[in-house]
């Protein structure tokens, strides 16, 4: 098969996905609807992850109730993020991903590699879980919707209160999808050049 190249996004998109994307600390009365949230998803499934073992269990906090409790269990200025935003993603993990390998990953026998070995599962699953939460923002702001990622939280409550049928899985970091507000960012914070962080060798 011929391999087709890509050419790179135009900058309208560039600057729509990176340059240009801010994080949202206010929203704007604009409904996020259940068919736009499984869009999101089925953007950020194709990221890629080790042994396409995609480890992210997402609770989508939509209703007035689920946003509440959440609410109760963050921190700072977050409560009024989670209560205002339209919708707001808990990004967790799966400890016990091996168990879906055979059908994720069938072209070997991957589950093995993991069984028996919780610390090993435990470190896989919060990294790629990571990857997903970064292909998840992307995504969003693929397809016109602002974000507002947010770690101030009571992990043990919302493990508690939110994945208590899932005993296995762990909350990474949550994260605000909806339609921005422009009077609740500030200044864009500094971005270094190449040169002050990288090496090539």
């Not at 994080?23 to 499934?45: C, F, H, M």
């Not at 209560?83 to 993603?89: G, I, Y």
């Not at 993991?114 to 969003?140: D, K, M, V, W």
């Amino acid at each position: 098969m011929t391999r087709q190249f890509h050419e790179p996004l135009g900058d309208a998109a560039l600057d729509q996905i990176f340059r240009e994307a801010r994080t949202y600390n206010g929203w704007l009365d604009k409904p996020v609807s259940d068919e736009q949230l499984r869009a999101i998803w089925d953007l950020l499934k194709f990221g890629p992850t080790s042994a396409n073992m995609l480890p992210a269990r997402i609770v989508w906090v939509k209703s007035a109730e689920a946003k509440e409790k959440l609410a109760s269990l963050a921190g700072g200025t977050n409560p009024d993020k989670i209560r205002q935003a339209p919708v707001t993603a808990i990004i967790g993990y799966d400890i016990d991903f091996h168990e879906q390998l055979p059908w994720l990953f069938p072209h070997t026998d991957a589950k093995s590699w993991f069984e028996g070995n919780e610390p090993l599962r435990t470190e896989g699953a919060f990294r790629n879980s990571s990857l997903q939460g970064a292909y998840f923002i992307i995504a969003c702001r693929a397809l016109g919707f602002d974000t507002g990622p947010m770690s101030g939280f009571n992990n043990a409550g919302v493990d508690a209160e939110f994945f208590a049928d899932q005993p296995r899985v762990r909350s990474n970091f949550i994260c605000s999808v909806g339609y921005g507000d422009p009077a609740s960012i500030f200044e864009r914070s500094p971005r270094p050049d190449f040169d002050k962080f990288n090496r090539i060798i």
